[in-house]
């Protein structure tokens, strides 16, 4: 009989280190199938975050390089910049992209830098135990904000899609999210979008990617599911937020 | 072609180039801007790559993909950039990717000043990012020397997989010499397929390369450090290099210096033999590896009655040369850390005064 639902070649065959029901496991495998299907892999390049994903490598089947926490977005530029035919990605977390790392990710996008960043937003510093993240939700119970997130005291949570979409340069910043098909499905065609313009030599892209860990959330996955649906998407709006065409109409 | 007249910081951009080093990342800082200014202009004459990078951070780690991916890489930066690139450092470093880092040392600490100092000595050589590793590290006396170490700097930077520093200073940087370039190096850098993450495509195996740092098991990370201890010693007996000076007669003293001071010492030297006072001087010329041996040897000579180690800092090689001298003779230090570079008739006068002791 054949099979009809294959790993991706980008795939590796091992067991992820990631616990029951969290989606950096979902985004890898998009991230595989995106990379098959525009036949890549012999000339990708991916960047893993220091986070919970800083054994991405493990997972896929192409060169990665291992950045310092934040960093993974100059660490591409120094990739593209030097070897323009690789196709190069990061991929990082919330705390990695959006607080130590936010300089980093701002600059390259500003100067159109042609890579394609997967950037994980699941609220909080999954790997190391669930601290407060610079896109933790008002209210929400961490273990740096035992009381909830008091934006009086600490702001509120960053929302990376929009903050990058006011930059002037063109780009494709995308919102979706990972927790039921029929998100995934939306997500999986923005990856594979964000891809193509960096195949073409258009621009940045990035695809921010609202996200679980339901261990730090103390959440079984299905909850973690539901709360992610009922709280999350109203503060991080899914969609498009920019294309390199939108500057081409004006 | 012959000499030509050049300021330090271009001819160290051009000795790039012609090392065949066609990628710089860099972050403006004096005193060492014009390197940045300088191959703005002549990277693109060459087809290379010059960017700007946002933060002297970002540069560290731009140079990390880039090496790690295969190219030819370097950056230039004073003191205080160099501490932000020290945590690239460590990385490339326990990565094993081989990239050239040119400071150009300006006084400290913090914002310090803007004219020349040795104060980056212990960064450069006993650490500035985190963990057990280890730079190359070579400083130059002038404008000439600087341009013949930059372009030593890649091949060896790419012979043990690890990042070279080039240390000068604010002199060396601003002042105009007349310099000769060397030949072009051969400007493929060697064979990398074996573990850079330049594209499966664009090599024989299907393995694929992993560029990184992270070994959680602890026997792993020990081997692995391992493997990079054995690379040091390997450049502890391979790459020491020094420039003895006046060292065949019967001196008193032994003056350890490097880089631009070891100039003023030479013209005291010289004077100093004028008036029957022989002075001997050892000039490393790698500060890691250091030239401990030569030290030792020179310092054991009968006539030798004390070892001083002259620098642009406030103590720091001093314990380099004490390791070396190994109790020995007595060993002495004579700095100077504002920027104020010693004439020589002072560095007479601290010789004097060591003897007489
Ligand atoms: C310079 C530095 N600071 C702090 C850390 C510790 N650290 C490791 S992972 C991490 C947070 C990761 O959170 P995030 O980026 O959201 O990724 P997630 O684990 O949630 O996927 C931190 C703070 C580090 N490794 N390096
Ligand atoms: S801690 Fe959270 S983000 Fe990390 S693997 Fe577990 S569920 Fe996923
Ligand atoms: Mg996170």
């Known amino acids: 009989m054949a099979k009809t639902f294959k790993k991706p070649e980008a795939l590796s065959d091992q067991h992820t280190h990631y616990c029951p029901g969290c989606t950096h496991g979902v985004i890898h495998r998009l991230v595989a199938e995106v990379i098959d299907e525009l036949g890549v892999r012999g000339r990708t390049v991916g960047i893993a975050p220091v986070g919970c994903a800083v054994l991405a490598y493990n997972y896929f089947t192409f060169d990665f390089q291992e950045a310092a926490h934040g960093r993974a977005p100059a660490m591409a530029t120094g990739i593209k910049r030097v070897r323009p035919d690789l196709v190069v990605f990061t991929y990082q977390g919330d705390g990695d992209l959006a607080s130590i790392g936010m300089g ?43 009381a909830g997130r008091d934006v009086e005291d600490v702001g509120m949570p960053i929302k990376i899609a929009e903050l990058i979409s006011a930059l002037e340069t063109p780009a494709y910043i995308v919102r979706q999210a990972v927790i039921k098909p029929k998100y995934i499905v939306r997500a999986k065609k923005a990856i594979k979008k964000a891809f193509q313009y960096q195949l073409d030599g258009r621009c940045f892209s990035l695809v921010e990617l609202v996200s679980t860990c339901p261990t730090n959330w103390g959440k079984t996955p299905v909850e973690a599911i539901k709360w992610t649906e009922e709280n999350m998407l109203s503060y991080y709006k899914l969609g498009e937020y920019k294309t390199p065409e939108q500057f081409e109409e004006d | ?165 080039i240390l000068g200073d604010g002199l060396i940087g601003q002042m105009m010499e007349p310099v000769e370039f060397p030949d072009h190096l051969k400007s493929e850098p060697s064979n990398k397929d074996d573990w850079a993450t330049n594209g499966m495509d664009t090599r024989k195996s299907n393995e694929r390369n992993l560029v990184k740092s992270l070994f959680l098991n602890a026997e792993l990370l020990e081997e692995h450090n391992r493997v990079l201890k054995a690379k040091y010693d390997r450049m502890k007996k391979e790459e ?89 003779r007595p060993v002495q230090w004579f700095g100077r850390s504002g920027g104020d570079i010693p004439t020589p008739e002072e560095i007479i006068d601290v010789i004097k005064s060591f003897v007489t002791l």
């Open chain 2, 1 to 165: 072609m012959g000499k030509i007249l050049m300021k330090g910081n271009e001819a160290i951009g051009e000795a790039a180039i012609r090392a065949g080093c066609l990628n710089y990342f860099a972050y403006p800082i004096t005193p060492q801007s014009e390197v940045a200014e300088y191959l703005s202009r002549r990277m693109p004459e060459v087809g290379g790559v010059f960017l700007q990078g946002e933060s002297e951070i970002a540069v560290g780690y731009m140079l990390f993909g880039a090496a790690g991916c295969g190219a030819r890489v370097f950056t230039t930066s004073s003191s205080p950039g160099i501490s932000l690139m020290g945590e690239a450092l460590s990385y490339i470093s326990s990565a094993q990717c081989p990239a050239v880092f040119v400071n150009i040392v300006r006084g400290g600490p913090g914002l310090g000043g803007i004219l020349p100092s040795q104060a980056d000595y212990f960064q450069a050589t006993k650490g500035g990012g985190h963990g057990d590793y280890r730079l190359l590290v070579m400083a130059p006396d002038g404008v000439q020397e600087a341009v013949e170490m930059v372009m030593m700097a890649f091949p060896l930077a790419e012979k043990y997989r690890n990042p070279v520093m």
């Open chain 2, 240 to 328: 020491v290099r020094y420039e003895p000076y006046n060292i065949d007669t019967d001196y008193q003293v032994l003056i350890v210096s490097y880089g631009i001071i070891s100039r003023v010492c030479r013209t005291a030297i010289d004077n100093l033999k004028a008036e029957g006072f022989e002075v001997a001087m050892i000039r490393p010329k790698t500060l890691f590896p250091f030239p401990e041996k030569a030290i030792e040897e020179a310092a054991s000579k009968d006539s030798c009655k004390v070892v001083v180690s002259i620098e642009l800092s406030m103590g720091q090689m001093v314990e380099d040369v004490e390791r070396s001298v190994h109790g020995k």
């Open chain 1, 104 to 146: 980093e990710i701002i600059h390259s996008a500003n100067r159109g830098e042609k890579f394609t960043t997967i950037f994980v937003n699941n609220t909080v510093y999954g790997m190391t135990g669930g601290q407060m993240a610079p896109t933790t939700l008002p209210g929400q119970k961490t273990t740096t904000s035992p």
